[in-house]
């Protein structure tokens, strides 16, 4: 396993193509007369990770790969984004997904499609689920 966005696993070989991280910082300007502006350091800003993902109809079905990932976009929930190893990069929302079909039947059936998946990280609180329980409830 290369990495994994909530319930979603990518494999490296031969789904995952890359991955990107963008840290970046806020300042802000301030004007004055006669002087060049100042700079003022806000913080750091939420954090950016690219995933490139080539899923190919030999191990996999390109379609319901992207559903999965559309899916969970649509839910606009947080998901964990943890490496390979174990690591874990933090919590993050999937902000855009790019598609570029690469090879498709003489149907149209997608073939080969390369994805372009941009995470924003997530900061609020995370959304508790809320578990349905049958039967009888318990007394606190």
């Given at each position: 396993?290369?990495?994994?966005?909530?319930?979603?696993?990518?494999?490296?070989?031969?789904?995952?193509?890359?991955?990107?991280?963008?840290?970046?910082?806020?300042?802000?300007?301030?004007?004055?007369?006669?002087?060049?502006?100042?700079?003022?350091?806000?913080?750091?800003?939420?954090?950016?990770?690219?995933?490139?993902?080539?899923?190919?109809?030999?191990?996999?079905?390109?379609?319901?790969?992207?559903?999965?990932?559309?899916?969970?976009?649509?839910?606009?929930?947080?998901?964990?984004?943890?490496?390979?190893?174990?690591?874990?990069?933090?919590?993050?929302?999937?902000?855009?997904?790019?598609?570029?079909?690469?090879q498709t039947?003489?149907?149209?059936?997608?073939?080969?499609?390369?994805l372009e998946?941009?995470?924003?990280?997530?900061?609020?609180?995370?959304?508790?689920?809320?578990?349905?329980?049958?039967?009888?409830?318990?007394?606190?």
């Open positions: 396993m290369f990495a994994q966005l909530g319930d979603i696993v990518f494999e490296i070989i031969p789904s995952f193509n890359g991955h990107s991280e963008t840290t970046s910082y806020n300042y802000v300007q301030h004007e004055r007369i006669e002087n060049k502006p100042l700079l003022q350091f806000l913080g750091k800003n939420l954090q950016e990770d690219e995933l490139v993902l080539h899923f190919h109809q030999s191990f996999c079905i390109p379609e319901d790969e992207i559903k999965k990932l559309k899916n969970a976009a649509d839910k606009a929930s947080p998901l964990k984004f943890i490496k390979g190893n174990g690591e874990y990069v933090g919590i993050f929302v999937i902000e855009q997904i790019k598609e570029s079909t690469e039947s003489a149907k149209g059936d997608v073939i080969s499609i390369q998946v941009k995470l924003k990280e997530f900061a609020g609180k995370i959304p508790e689920e809320k578990n349905k329980q049958k039967g009888f409830k318990k007394k606190a």
